[in-house]
């Protein structure tokens, strides 16, 4: 099953960014956009993503397993 | 009730009667040595009014300083961020969304961390020049001859002054940031600083083409109308503040807590992964800003505390920095702390706009300060502080064995 990502109300830290480069990227002023990459839930990105989410001192990034279908 | 009452009921309830306190957040003894008064306030009176500067509300905890810095529409920065009040609002800080959001987006790009990357290889120059200057010197002020001699002169040609200038604007900035600003002689500095910028910038617009801070805020517009001079010269105003008393901060804060704790220096030259929780770290522990202002816009409440509208609330960064509710070890660096939820960038719309910048400028300043002496010790008894907005490390001798 995927994981789906979603930012609200990013500030522009940077930490997830930073933590997890493959599926965080910063947009044209340093404001978090995710990548349209697979994330599978169990993987080690999908462990790299929820890490980089606790790290976000705007508590801004939501992580959620995919209904399936 | 009269004053000995209300000590009394004060001394049942703790061993210091706060109304007394008169907390001043500008005053020597918070410059110097915070922590035990702020753990005491956090613990015992987190939202206390004190009757300096005209009466504010200082709020010491976690908790409630991220709710300010995040809840704009209670809590607005557009009758001004610090107290006493600076000689004219600062843009954008001194302004709330989604106007705000407009100021920023002109000079963002230019600090977005991919951009800020690519000034990476002169930054590291700069360090190298300012340790070069050092050479053969085995003591020397850690602060005044490489902390702020560098990250100075990265700030000032990010946001595009002449490196000569350094001088006018270091006098200007550093009696407006710490001394005593609302009086007369703040007035004439202040005048002076904002002729200055002004000049430069009506100068600027004459002959566009760099690539700089300067030439964005000229051409920068607002809703497709191009900014006043007086918005200009307001803008530069808050990028020079900002970019000159803050990152050099940090990076003596670093080097001073590295020369006595020599089992960090080694983990982060081991592990130079490390680096990037441990720049957090440092901004976190150091806290160069410790105290920012908001105005309540509406009635609301801080921690259980009924607060009406109008009131100008003084909240602490460096005290919520600190707050043993959120951090293990607060006092302490701990460089792999992680989540690190500090605010020392601040938190929601006002995060600070030179974050990337400063967090790069720290980490290289420390790589070369690292790759240049095997061993340093600074003399922690002659350490000098200056308060303000900030809690500014003035000086710090250093002993150093060259590699």
Redesign the interface.
């Known amino acids: 099953m995927k994981l789906v990502v979603t930012i609200d109300r990013c500030?522009?830290?940077?930490?997830c960014?930073?933590?997890c480069p493959e599926v965080f990227e910063?947009?044209?002023?340093?404001y978090a956009v995710v990548r349209d990459v697979l994330v599978e839930d169990g993987t080690e990105l999908a462990a790299r993503v929820r890490?980089a989410a606790?790290?976000?001192?705007?508590r801004a990034i939501a992580v959620v397993v995919a209904v399936a279908g | 009730m009269s004053v000995s009452e209300d000590v009394a009921l004060a001394d049942e309830k703790s061993s210091t009667p706060w109304s007394e306190l008169h907390y001043d957040h500008r005053s020597s003894k918070v410059a110097v040595d915070p922590w035990d008064l702020w753990r005491t306030l956090r613990a015992e009176c987190p939202v206390l009014f004190s009757d300096r500067y005209g009466g504010m509300w200082f709020v010491s905890r976690h908790e409630d300083v991220n709710r300010i810095l995040?809840e704009w529409e209670t809590f607005s920065a557009a009758q001004g961020t610090n107290i006493p009040d600076q000689g004219m609002p600062l843009l954008p800080i001194d302004s709330d969304p989604p106007l705000h959001r407009q100021y920023?987006?002109i000079i963002?790009?230019a600090?977005?961390?991919?951009r800020v990357a690519e000034h990476a290889s002169w930054i590291r120059a700069e360090a190298i020049r300012q340790l070069d200057k050092l050479d053969g010197r085995t003591e020397f002020d850690l602060v005044h001859d490489y902390c702020e001699a560098y990250a100075k002169r990265v700030a000032l040609r990010v946001i595009g002054f002449a490196e000569q200038d350094l001088d006018k604007l270091d006098h200007w900035t550093h009696i407006l940031s710490t001394g005593p600003r609302d009086d007369e002689n703040g007035a004439i500095v202040f005048g002076e600083f904002y002729a200055f910028l002004r000049e430069t910038l009506v100068q600027r617009s004459t002959e566009p083409g760099s690539d700089d801070l300067i030439t964005l805020v000229v051409q920068g517009d607002v809703g497709g109308r191009q900014l006043t001079i007086e918005e200009q010269t307001s803008m530069l105003m808050l990028l020079t503040f900002g970019g000159l008393h803050t990152t050099g901060n940090v990076l003596a804060g670093a080097l001073i807590w590295l020369s006595s704790h020599p089992e960090d220096r080694h983990a982060l030259t081991a592990k130079p992964e490390l680096m990037?929780t441990a720049i957090?770290e440092f901004v976190r522990f150091v806290s160069p800003v410790t105290h920012m202002r908001r105005t309540t816009a509406r009635d609301t409440e801080i921690g259980g505390c009924p607060i009406p509208a109008g009131e100008r609330i003084l909240f602490g960064i460096g005290s919520a920095n600190h707050d043993e509710r959120v951090f293990d070890q607060p006092d302490d660096v701990v460089l792999d702390r992680?989540?690190?939820?500090?605010?020392g960038?601040g938190?929601?719309?006002h995060?600070c706009i030179g974050?990337?910048l400063g967090k790069l400028a720290v980490r290289i300043g420390l790589e070369e300060f690292m790759a240049r002496y095997r061993a340093f010790e600074a003399d922690h008894n002659e350490i000098r502080y200056e308060g303000g907005e900030g809690r500014h490390i003035a000086a710090c001798p250093m002993t150093v064995v060259a590699r």
């Open positions: 500030e522009g830290h940077g930490r960014y930073d933590a910063p947009d044209v002023e340093g890490h606790l790290g976000c001192p705007e | 995040v920023r987006s963002n790009p600090l977005a961390p991919q990037s957090d992680y989540p690190n939820p500090h605010f960038f938190a929601g719309p995060r974050s990337h």
